[in-house]
């Protein structure tokens, strides 16, 4: 056996940094081409006004193996594509039955969930806040609110991340700002 020695990060409460960084993974709008309801509002922004930053995910760095915790905080920057709010691509779990915490650290947001049926689910958090995201749900979170929306999340080593099916099928629902409020609405593009 291969024995680790135990180690800590820090976490930065307010700003959702770990360090060590180990390594930082950025994805930018377009890297989420496809993904937003408003194809064309996608396109407007990359051409007027550039490639922007939608969130970062710093990781712990830790081997992808079961017996593993790998967790890591994710930073949701405020803003909207057309009227829909910033969110993460969401993926299903590549073993499925594989469950992971969220805990909410700073600003405002929702959990959407998804099972292969179609049901879907969405769970406010806010500070403080312990999601919890139970076998066989796919995940996505959205920043509602004004400020970057920032989680800590851990989840067992060997879980794997399938984003193709979400690619490929969507969520059944969307959050957008309908009239001054926070509203989940059917995806037009959800198929
Ligand atoms: C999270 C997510 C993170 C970024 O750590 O990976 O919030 O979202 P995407 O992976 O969907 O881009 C998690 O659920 N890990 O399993
Ligand atoms: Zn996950």
Do not use: C
Request: no cysteine; aromatic share 10%; proline share 6%.
């Amino acid at each position: 056996m291969n024995l680790m020695q135990p180690f800590k990060s820090e976490l930065g409460l307010t700003t959702g940094i770990i360090t060590p960084v180990s390594h930082v993974i950025r994805r930018s709008l377009s890297d989420m081409r496809g993904m937003y309801a408003d194809d064309a509002a996608t396109e407007r922004i990359l051409a007027q006004e550039g490639d922007r930053l939608i969130y970062e995910v710093y990781p712990v760095d830790l081997p992808e193996e079961e017996g593993h915790i790998l967790h890591s905080t994710t930073i949701i920057y405020p803003g909207r594509v057309s009227d829909e709010y910033h969110m993460t691509k969401g993926h299903f779990h590549v073993k499925r039955d594989r469950a992971e915490i969220y805990l909410g650290l700073a600003g405002h947001g929702y959990l959407l969930l998804q099972t292969d049926a179609g049901e879907v689910s969405s769970v406010p958090m806010q500070p403080g806040t312990i999601a919890y995201v139970p076998p066989y749900w796919a995940h996505r979170t959205v920043n509602t609110g004004s400020e970057p929306f920032i989680f800590f999340a851990a989840w067992p080593g060997d879980s794997g991340h399938d984003y193709g099916t979400i690619e490929k099928i969507g969520f059944a629902k969307i959050m957008v700002e309908r009239d001054g409020q926070v509203a989940l609405v059917a995806n037009p593009k959800y198929i």
